[in-house]
């Protein structure tokens, strides 16, 4: 399908560190490995969007939103693997947290409304 995110990357100063951060919080696996590049090797669920980490010392504007399961235990979690999580609030839209990995990369975590 056309004109729908096909793939993205999150930045990181050090791919191997990020690795093991993200398969602390997400029990993601790789791929593809460089010194510089990996590929997520996410659930492959049927439609998943493609996506991986790459050296890079840029800010980026964009903002990633992760759904979980429970907010509050994912932060939790961020924090014990040594990133920073602010306090998770409630919108309409369900519960969501901003949350940084322990390289400084921002990111949020969400989960949609019970119901």
């Known amino acids: 399908m056309d004109n729908r995110l096909g793939y993205f ?33 996410a659930a492959g669920a049927e439609g998943e969007t493609a996506f991986g980490l790459v ?3 840029k800010k980026d504007f964009s903002h990633l939103f992760f759904q979980v399961a429970d907010v509050d ?20 839209s369900g519960r969501n947290v901003v949350v940084c990995d322990d390289q400084g990369a921002s990111f ?8």
Do not use: C, N
Not at 23 to 40: I, K, N, R, S
Not at 108 to 115: E, N, R, V
């Open 9 to 41: 990357f999150i930045e990181t100063p050090d791919v191997e560190k990020a690795k093991v951060f993200y398969a602390g919080l997400f029990g993601w696996t790789f791929e593809h490995d460089t010194p510089t590049y990996t590929h997520v090797q």
């Open 55 to 57: 050296k890079g010392e």
């Open 108 to 115: 949020s975590l969400w989960s949609p409304p019970k119901g």
């Open 73 to 92: 235990a994912a932060a939790k979690r961020v924090t014990e693997l040594g990133g920073q999580a602010a306090i998770p609030s409630d919108a309409p």
